[in-house]
């Protein structure tokens, strides 16, 4: 059974920095590309960073570029997300996804086949 478990979620002040890690199990996710989604109550899951198999390609959305960095680590079968100079409009449950096969960039939430249960990252102003 495939699993992405997130951690890392918690309180933290605008301004400040937090690291958010995905732990996939049940599978090796070599070959695939991952990425990091957000959503706030009522609102639709939001694409936020991905990354392709090898780490050698990233794309961000527009609010989070140049403050937050995706990379994965292959051999511990891992996915990071860190996110510097938080804003309150952060807040948000931020999930891990992966792709099953090969893949580009995806930004879409349906172009994604595994999903983690999230982890809350609040940013207080």
């Known amino acids: 059974q495939v699993r992405l478990v997130e951690s890392g979620g918690r309180l933290v002040q605008a301004g400040g920095s937090l690291r958010l890690s995905c732990a996939a199990s049940g599978r090796t996710f070599n070959s695939n590309t991952m990425g990091w989604f957000r959503q706030t109550p009522g609102k639709e899951r939001e694409f936020v960073a991905s990354?392709?198999?090898?780490?050698?390609?990233?794309n961000y959305a527009d609010s989070v570029k140049g403050r937050f960095t995706i990379s994965r680590d292959n051999a511990k079968n891992t996915l990071d997300l860190q996110m510097n100079s938080l804003k309150p409009e952060d807040t948000a449950v931020y999930y891990c996804a992966a792709v099953r096969r090969y893949g580009d960039l995806y930004t879409r939430v349906e172009q994604y086949d595994y999903w983690g249960q999230g982890t809350q990252v609040t940013v207080s102003s």
């Open positions: 990354i392709n198999w090898n780490g050698g390609s990233t």
